[in-house]
């Protein structure tokens, strides 16, 4: 019996090989036959040498988070073999370079070999022995091409689009796939049991990054100043953002630039560029990941303080300390929620695909100005670096972009006395100046020290309190501004809810079905914001229990809603995941499944 | 003590181009102790914007933390001003020039603010040769904390309560020169005849400008035995000369080096007159300004005017090739590259 687009395959190669081309080749020919399609790298910290593995998940019903045990392995690098044979399952298939004997330690009588003679089919072809390598690559690409029945016009398609500014190299790289492609259909069987089929699964979705994603977001939302300090996995969102403001925002005849960039000499700095750009009005941003949060603690606390305008990216990867740098988890909640000294409090955005990521990103901007706060994005490193399927942008252009409450000169001179942090309108939102809007009027001192209305400094008790009341109600008039949590359900149907947010997104929709299937029912909701809204506190207390599911030890957000919405920790059931690997379907439907059945016995 | 200043001024107090009087470029009344060198600093800060014509509000006060810090909210009352965290303002400061390239941006530090917690910044401020004035007020100690040595404070230099400092000083102006700091001058709060136009000629120079400028501590570091005392400071002082800062409005018609009076123009046609003193030193070579510096130090003398200046080399924006535009006056027109160009992007992704 065979199975049609539901599979998934795995290539094992040197980091630095040039692998990570032919990979998104393989990936992206899957793409284009229309069906459903989930690439994830998984790379060391490292830049040539040591072991990287592509992992492709392709599914008809467009489930895109990751699924355990591999239907075909492609094992070019030695070093990782024997994990690479174990890691297969029973039943699968492992293709080797068979130019050499497969040693008898990687022989397992429960799965399927497909030797093709990579370095001896590339030694008799090419001479340069670069294009030995890179042609290595491509080569399995064919040979999978043939086994998984991937549509060859397809891939000729990819590599004409790739190369169409060097034509030269579009010739030789078909050449490598027929190579492949030829050698399997001359010596197996084939298509495996499993393989592709064309759909029209895909539509109009777009295949990205989503830290490029977000770098695109920035450039649409007016970004100006960005200012960064390269970190794993965050270092492309200000590629991206360079790359595209140099399509858009350099003057044709002039040559100048409608942006700055500084990599700046620390995350310290980086952050204090974005604090001191935004108090002088131009939109700016910094990205980074959890080490940089810890950072940037200090000027957390000052921007949430002295309210100034602050976009920050953390796209997470697994801590503490160095951690694992080149691994996916969401565990820096309670440190952005939290951050720095004293009572603070900030506004976290959760994307779970680069649309969100793009969406959020101009929506941050916004946010920090009309908040006059730090607004923190927590991606992570599963959604930044990796390729995900996605829905299209979308851009309206009658967007205006949303400045809060910023003074002119003119409304400057019809009122009174100007008092900075004076609550006019009492929504906690204070109106802010721009340095030199107003010759005689509208200057003040920005610190983060405290200060009265008048942002005169003061050590006043009543002062200080009014201050911190009132940074509270303008925390709950966030509430209402910040993106609405979404619902699976229109109306709560079941006695068990389930919450998750950000990249375990997608695992936790194929759980939620698979689990449907076995008869469980439950009612989702998905955050993508804190602070959390009235309806995030219903959902929690129209349920008897309520699963959270989210990748890293502690349970952070089920911590979060428990303290800030005081909740009995009870209620709540953490289902966690913190390996640094994305979260799978398989391990939700376990947790889920044990702890119901425990509650029925 | 009262912290609102009088607001008796003389009627005939004189105005500048601008029609506005010295009292419009002052603050908050200070609450630095009686006699800090500080407040000193601030008035020839007054006095120069006062006759430069600064529109106040063209001028942004950008700070750290610590007594130096406190003062940009006594001086130019109608400025922004932004006072951030220890040692940080270099990094605010470089965001917000790059926001708005068209304001002066004056940055007040002190010695732990610039020469320990604030090192990492300030070196890289430099080093972009960000477009702003950074003025050391360097007493030595920390004030603010109650008298501890700083990282300025000279080696063998004795505290009120009698301990010698047992390390060596930083020196902030050699550590500026040789970073690239396109003016570096050195001064004494105890003469704003000589501080008010460095002060002028660092506000008009493209570029970074550092000023160090001597500020005794007179509560915790103006005791016998202490290098950064008043008495110490007055007897060790050793001018490079004098400097005149003629504005560009100004016409200059010698436009050549005579004797030991040299010319030095300005990015914006303005000029700086020396009056040299040293003869064997040139202002305008790195070399030789490091050389006067080590051999005045060597000789145990402080040396003060302006050290060092090079008006060709590319500020931070220069650097950067930004729009001439400042970035915060940016609109949607200009930023965002629109619906149409979006669907392009996706087809690309495809």
Redesign the interface.
């Given at each position: 019996m065979s199975t049609i687009n539901d599979f998934v395959v795995k290539f094992a190669n040197v980091n630095g090989t040039g692998s990570a081309s032919a990979n998104l080749l393989f990936a992206k020919s899957i793409f284009r036959m229309g069906v459903p399609v989930s690439p994830k790298n998984i790379f060391p910290s490292n830049i040539q040498g040591l072991p990287t593995w592509y992992e492709v998940r392709v599914s008809e019903k467009g489930h895109l988070g990751r699924r355990e045990g591999i239907d075909l392995m492609v094992c070019v690098n030695p070093q990782s073999m024997l994990e690479d044979v174990r890691s297969v399952k029973p039943g699968g298939y492992f293709m080797y370079d068979s130019t050499k004997q497969l040693h008898e330690e990687y022989i397992r009588e429960d799965i399927n070999y497909v030797g093709v003679p990579l370095m001896e089919m590339c030694n008799e072809h090419y001479t340069d022995p670069r294009l030995r390598q890179l042609f290595k690559n491509i080569i399995y690409v064919g040979a999978c091409a043939a086994l998984l029945n991937i549509e060859f016009s397809v891939l000729e398609e990819l590599v004409s689009e790739q190369f169409a500014g060097k034509t030269k190299l579009i010739a030789p790289n078909i050449e490598a796939l027929q190579l492949g492609d030829d050698y399997v259909k001359a010596n197996y069987t084939f298509p495996l049991p499993f393989h592709m089929e064309r759909r029209d699964l895909v539509k109009d979705a777009i295949l990205m990054d989503g830290n490029s994603a977000c770098g695109l977001g920035a450039v649409y939302a007016g970004a100006t100043v960005c200012a960064w300090y390269p970190i794993t996995p965050s270092t492309s969102v200000a590629e991206a953002f360079e790359m595209y403001a140099e399509q858009f925002r350099v003057d044709k005849e002039t040559g100048r630039k409608n942006f700055a960039i500084v990599q700046a000499e620390d995350e310290l700095a980086a952050i204090g560029m974005v604090i001191g750009a935004n108090w002088n009005g131009a939109r700016s941003f910094t990205a980074t990941s959890g080490p940089g949060v810890s950072l940037m603690n200090e000027f957390l606390g000052l921007a949430y303080f002295a309210e100034v305008p602050t976009v920050l990216i953390d796209v997470q990867r697994t801590g503490p300390s160095t951690g694992m740098p080149t691994r996916t988890q969401q565990s820096d909640i309670q440190i952005s929620a939290y951050a720095s000294h004293g009572d603070t409090k900030h506004v976290l955005l959760f994307p779970s695909t680069p649309k969100e990521c793009f969406d959020l990103t101009v929506d941050a901007f916004d946010l920090a100005e009309v908040l006059q706060t730090p607004i923190i994005m927590l991606t992570d490193l599963d959604l930044g670096m990796n390729d995900h399927m996605s829905a299209p942008f979308v851009w309206d252009d009658s967007k205006k972009y949303n400045r809060g409450k910023v003074l002119n000169a003119q409304q400057l001179d019809e009122i009174g006395r100007y008092g900075r942090y004076e609550d006019v309108d009492g929504d906690g939102i204070t109106y802010r100046t721009i340095p030199a809007t107003h010759p005689k009027k509208g200057a003040f001192v920005n610190r983060g020290t405290s200060r009265d209305e008048f942002a005169v400094y003061t050590e006043n008790s009543d002062a200080y309190r009014r201050n911190m009341e009132r940074l509270l109600v303008k925390w709950d008039t966030a509430k209402d501004m910040v993106p609405a949590p979404q619902f699976y359900q229109e109306k709560n149907q079941n006695e068990v809810g389930v919450i998750f947010f950000g990249t375990s997104t997608q695992s936790a929709e194929e759980a939620m079905e698979i689990l449907k299937e076995n008869g469980i029912n439950m009612d989702a909701m998905r955050l993508l914001s804190f602070p959390f809204s009235k309806a995030v506190n219903d959902f929690i207390y129209a349920h008897q229990e309520v699963f959270v599911i989210e990748q890293n030890r502690d349970a952070q957000m089920r911590g979060l809603l428990t303290l800030e919405l005081n909740i009995d920790p009870n209620k709540l059931i953490p289902v966690l995941n913190f390996d640094g690997m994305p979260i799978t379907a398989d391990l939700i439907v376990k947790r889920i499944t044990q702890s119901v059945s425990l509650t029925k016995i | 003590m009262s912290y609102i200043r009088p607001q008796f001024r003389h009627p005939n107090l004189p105005k500048n181009s601008l029609g506005y009087t010295s009292k419009d470029y002052e603050g908050?009344l200070s609450t630095l102790c009686a006699g800090c060198g500080h407040d000193s600093i601030s008035a020839a800060i007054v006095q120069a914007c006062f006759e430069m014509s600064i529109?106040?509000?063209?001028l942004?006060?950008?700070s750290g933390i610590g007594c130096s810090s406190k003062t940009?909210?006594y001086f130019l009352?109608?400025?922004?001003?932004?006072?951030?965290?220890h040692g940080?303002m270099?990094?605010?400061?470089?965001?917000?020039?790059?926001?708005?390239r068209?304001?002066i941006y004056f940055g007040v530090s002190g010695d732990g603010d610039t020469a320990s917690i604030g090192m990492?910044?300030f070196v890289?401020a430099v080093r972009?040769n960000l477009n702003m004035v950074y003025i050391v007020m360097n007493n030595g100690c920390y004030g603010l904390t109650k008298g501890q040595d700083s990282a300025t404070a000279d080696e063998g230099s004795k505290s009120k309560a009698g301990s010698v400092n047992p390390f060596q000083a930083i020196d902030l102006a050699s550590l500026a020169m040789e970073l690239g700091a396109t003016y570096v001058a050195q001064s004494f709060s105890g003469d704003k005849k000589q501080l008010t136009p460095l002060i002028k000629a660092a506000m008009h120079h493209q570029g970074f400008a550092f000023i160090n400028v001597i500020s005794p501590c007179v509560t915790f570091n103006n005791n016998v035995g202490s290098t950064k005392s008043y008495d110490y400071v007055r007897e060790h002082v050793e001018a490079t000369g004098t400097v005149d800062f003629v504005p560009m409005a100004e016409e200059i018609k010698a436009s050549y080096t005579e004797g030991n009076k040299a010319l030095v123009k300005m990015h914006d046609g303005s000029y700086l007159e020396l009056h040299k003193l040293a003869t064997d030193w040139n202002p305008q070579d790195r070399i030789s300004a490091s050389m006067a510096l080590q051999q005045a130090r060597a000789k145990g003398e402080i040396l003060t005017g302006l050290l060092y200046v090079n008006t060709d080399y590319h500020e931070?924006?220069e650097t950067?090739?930004?729009?001439?535009t400042p970035?915060?006056e940016?609109t949607?027109k200009?930023?965002?590259?629109?619906?149409e160009?979006?669907?392009d992007?996706?087809a690309g992704?495809?």
């Amino acid at each position: 019996m065979s199975t049609i687009n539901d599979f998934v395959v795995k290539f094992a190669n040197v980091n630095g090989t040039g692998s990570a081309s032919a990979n998104l080749l393989f990936a992206k020919s899957i793409f284009r036959m229309g069906v459903p399609v989930s690439p994830k790298n998984i790379f060391p910290s490292n830049i040539q040498g040591l072991p990287t593995w592509y992992e492709v998940r392709v599914s008809e019903k467009g489930h895109l988070g990751r699924r355990e045990g591999i239907d075909l392995m492609v094992c070019v690098n030695p070093q990782s073999m024997l994990e690479d044979v174990r890691s297969v399952k029973p039943g699968g298939y492992f293709m080797y370079d068979s130019t050499k004997q497969l040693h008898e330690e990687y022989i397992r009588e429960d799965i399927n070999y497909v030797g093709v003679p990579l370095m001896e089919m590339c030694n008799e072809h090419y001479t340069d022995p670069r294009l030995r390598q890179l042609f290595k690559n491509i080569i399995y690409v064919g040979a999978c091409a043939a086994l998984l029945n991937i549509e060859f016009s397809v891939l000729e398609e990819l590599v004409s689009e790739q190369f169409a500014g060097k034509t030269k190299l579009i010739a030789p790289n078909i050449e490598a796939l027929q190579l492949g492609d030829d050698y399997v259909k001359a010596n197996y069987t084939f298509p495996l049991p499993f393989h592709m089929e064309r759909r029209d699964l895909v539509k109009d979705a777009i295949l990205m990054d989503g830290n490029s994603a977000c770098g695109l977001g920035a450039v649409y939302a007016g970004a100006t100043v960005c200012a960064w300090y390269p970190i794993t996995p965050s270092t492309s969102v200000a590629e991206a953002f360079e790359m595209y403001a140099e399509q858009f925002r350099v003057d044709k005849e002039t040559g100048r630039k409608n942006f700055a960039i500084v990599q700046a000499e620390d995350e310290l700095a980086a952050i204090g560029m974005v604090i001191g750009a935004n108090w002088n009005g131009a939109r700016s941003f910094t990205a980074t990941s959890g080490p940089g949060v810890s950072l940037m603690n200090e000027f957390l606390g000052l921007a949430y303080f002295a309210e100034v305008p602050t976009v920050l990216i953390d796209v997470q990867r697994t801590g503490p300390s160095t951690g694992m740098p080149t691994r996916t988890q969401q565990s820096d909640i309670q440190i952005s929620a939290y951050a720095s000294h004293g009572d603070t409090k900030h506004v976290l955005l959760f994307p779970s695909t680069p649309k969100e990521c793009f969406d959020l990103t101009v929506d941050a901007f916004d946010l920090a100005e009309v908040l006059q706060t730090p607004i923190i994005m927590l991606t992570d490193l599963d959604l930044g670096m990796n390729d995900h399927m996605s829905a299209p942008f979308v851009w309206d252009d009658s967007k205006k972009y949303n400045r809060g409450k910023v003074l002119n000169a003119q409304q400057l001179d019809e009122i009174g006395r100007y008092g900075r942090y004076e609550d006019v309108d009492g929504d906690g939102i204070t109106y802010r100046t721009i340095p030199a809007t107003h010759p005689k009027k509208g200057a003040f001192v920005n610190r983060g020290t405290s200060r009265d209305e008048f942002a005169v400094y003061t050590e006043n008790s009543d002062a200080y309190r009014r201050n911190m009341e009132r940074l509270l109600v303008k925390w709950d008039t966030a509430k209402d501004m910040v993106p609405a949590p979404q619902f699976y359900q229109e109306k709560n149907q079941n006695e068990v809810g389930v919450i998750f947010f950000g990249t375990s997104t997608q695992s936790a929709e194929e759980a939620m079905e698979i689990l449907k299937e076995n008869g469980i029912n439950m009612d989702a909701m998905r955050l993508l914001s804190f602070p959390f809204s009235k309806a995030v506190n219903d959902f929690i207390y129209a349920h008897q229990e309520v699963f959270v599911i989210e990748q890293n030890r502690d349970a952070q957000m089920r911590g979060l809603l428990t303290l800030e919405l005081n909740i009995d920790p009870n209620k709540l059931i953490p289902v966690l995941n913190f390996d640094g690997m994305p979260i799978t379907a398989d391990l939700i439907v376990k947790r889920i499944t044990q702890s119901v059945s425990l509650t029925k016995i | 003590m009262s912290y609102i200043r009088p607001q008796f001024r003389h009627p005939n107090l004189p105005k500048n181009s601008l029609g506005y009087t010295s009292k419009d470029y002052e603050g908050g009344l200070s609450t630095l102790c009686a006699g800090c060198g500080h407040d000193s600093i601030s008035a020839a800060i007054v006095q120069a914007c006062f006759e430069m014509s600064i529109e106040p509000h063209r001028l942004a006060k950008m700070s750290g933390i610590g007594c130096s810090s406190k003062t940009p909210a006594y001086f130019l009352g109608n400025s922004h001003g932004f006072n951030s965290v220890h040692g940080r303002m270099p990094s605010v400061a470089t965001g917000a020039n790059l926001a708005n390239r068209d304001l002066i941006y004056f940055g007040v530090s002190g010695d732990g603010d610039t020469a320990s917690i604030g090192m990492g910044q300030f070196v890289h401020a430099v080093r972009r040769n960000l477009n702003m004035v950074y003025i050391v007020m360097n007493n030595g100690c920390y004030g603010l904390t109650k008298g501890q040595d700083s990282a300025t404070a000279d080696e063998g230099s004795k505290s009120k309560a009698g301990s010698v400092n047992p390390f060596q000083a930083i020196d902030l102006a050699s550590l500026a020169m040789e970073l690239g700091a396109t003016y570096v001058a050195q001064s004494f709060s105890g003469d704003k005849k000589q501080l008010t136009p460095l002060i002028k000629a660092a506000m008009h120079h493209q570029g970074f400008a550092f000023i160090n400028v001597i500020s005794p501590c007179v509560t915790f570091n103006n005791n016998v035995g202490s290098t950064k005392s008043y008495d110490y400071v007055r007897e060790h002082v050793e001018a490079t000369g004098t400097v005149d800062f003629v504005p560009m409005a100004e016409e200059i018609k010698a436009s050549y080096t005579e004797g030991n009076k040299a010319l030095v123009k300005m990015h914006d046609g303005s000029y700086l007159e020396l009056h040299k003193l040293a003869t064997d030193w040139n202002p305008q070579d790195r070399i030789s300004a490091s050389m006067a510096l080590q051999q005045a130090r060597a000789k145990g003398e402080i040396l003060t005017g302006l050290l060092y200046v090079n008006t060709d080399y590319h500020e931070l924006h220069e650097t950067l090739g930004t729009t001439l535009t400042p970035l915060n006056e940016l609109t949607e027109k200009d930023l965002c590259p629109g619906a149409e160009a979006l669907s392009d992007i996706n087809a690309g992704l495809r």
